[in-house]
């Protein structure tokens, strides 16, 4: 079943939990709905189940204007991040309860029901477990029958808020595997609501970002990492380091670095916004005199490794930027917005370096990517990823 979500607005009291918001799904597709608490991904996961009412727009189930519909009438399928389950009821009984509970007409015979139960409890591969009660089961098998029981009245839509999030980091990133395996086999939509981007860009075919009520972007896992559409997203979507600087003339100078951004060649001292994947940093000993630029600076950020943190094959670097790289007569925007910048590099590199907590590095952008603030507009004017310095 494909949705199509129209102009959805919806308020709390003065708060705007959504403003305009459009999106199309896909028949069979798994879609992940991320974001950070407050920008509205579970208020609209609730109004597509028809849990909560928009306050405008409108939803579309394959065509079909679901916006008046009952929820018990959209034939869809509700997973909670704290299950939900009966405690009072075996797991064969929590997922019974759906079928057991349609009207007479439609209530499928004991027979039926006992079949269909083991079914789903094969295929969720907890069978074994039918006759015991949820607080008998660890909280990774108590969410498999939490979805097994969302299954059983063969939802045409399958939505699941933060299903895994009240589990621990092992547990939830075996399911979240786990869910992808059955996805591809049942092929039923899916919206799973996540603040986890991890969990987002390993399991779903496709990605909305959502902040303060909007869509930010919407793309596979690879187009939202590549190709992130605001500050907002690439922020958000992993480690990143965050400079301030100023565009002109197709360059940005940066912590006393001149990056090329041709694609600003148009720029006049605007603002400008940097931003640095840890492992796009190379970093190397600092050497006085050497790799200076026409000024006289390096090439690159010097910095004081504070502290060094090696595990497994990944050396993560907490460094602090030394007063230097600001030229004379900058103004405060010239500085990074944190004071440590993290840099990553193989372990094994760091050891071969020889590298000690408070010595004096350089650390230069291998890739960035810039945005620049209009002058008149005060939006973003452009993007572009550069590599080396002038």
């Known amino acids: 079943m494909s949705i199509e979500v129209r102009n959805v607005s919806k308020k709390f009291g003065e708060f705007h939990a959504l403003r305009d918001v459009s999106l199309d799904i896909a028949s069979g597709e798994l879609i992940a709905l991320l974001g950070p608490s407050g920008c509205g991904k579970t208020t609209l996961l609730r109004i597509i189940a028809g849990l909560e009412t928009a306050d405008a727009g409108s939803i579309l189930f394959s065509g079909e204007d679901t916006t008046e519909l009952h929820v018990r009438e959209r034939q869809v399928g509700f997973v909670f991040q704290h299950y939900a389950l009966f405690r009072h009821m075996t797991v064969f009984e929590n997922v019974a309860f759906g079928l057991r509970v349609k009207p007479r007409g439609q209530r499928p015979s004991e027979t039926e029901i006992k ?10 591969q907890l069978d074994w477990l039918a006759d015991r009660f949820p607080s008998q089961l660890s909280g990774g098998q108590r969410q498999r029958i939490a979805l097994a029981r969302a299954l059983a009245v063969e939802p045409k839509v399958l939505l699941l808020d933060e299903p895994f999030g009240a589990l621990d980091a092992k547990v939830r990133k075996e399911l979240r595997r786990w869910l992808r395996r059955l996805h591809d086999e049942l092929h039923v939509t899916s919206i799973f609501v996540t603040h986890d981007q991890e969990e987002a ?18 793309g596979s896992p690879q187009q939202v990492w590549d190709h992130p559409a605001s500050p907002f997203v690439y922020g958000f979507l992993g480690d990143v380091n965050l400079f301030h600087g100023r565009a002109h003339e197709g360059e940005v100078l940066l912590e006393g670095m001149h990056l090329k951004s041709p694609q600003h060649a148009d720029a006049q001292n605007a603002k400008a916004f940097a931003y640095v994947r840890p492992h796009d940093l ?20 010097v910095v004081q490794l504070s502290r060094a943190i090696v595990v497994g094959p990944i050396a993560r670097l907490e460094l602090i930027p030394v007063d230097d790289n600001k030229p004379a007569g900058a103004g405060e925007d010239l500085v990074s917005q944190d004071s440590i910048i993290e840099a990553q590099i193989p372990a094994q590199q760091y050891r071969d370096m020889g590298f000690r907590e408070g010595e004096t590095l350089v650390v230069t952008p291998r890739r960035a990517r810039v945005f620049v603030e209009g ?10 990823y550069l590599d080396g310095l002038v």
Request: aromatic fraction near 2%.
């Open 201 to 218: 860009l390993e399991v779903a075919d496709r990605v909305v970002l959502m902040n303060s009520g909007k869509v930010e972007q919407v």
């Open 115 to 124: 079949k269909k139960v083991h079914d789903l409890l094969n295929l969720v």
């Open 282 to 301: 190379d970093v190397r000993r600092y050497a006085a005199g050497q790799g200076l630029d026409a000024a006289g600076r390096p090439r690159g950020i």
């Open 375 to 384: 002058a008149a507009a005060g939006a973003e004017a452009g993007e572009t």
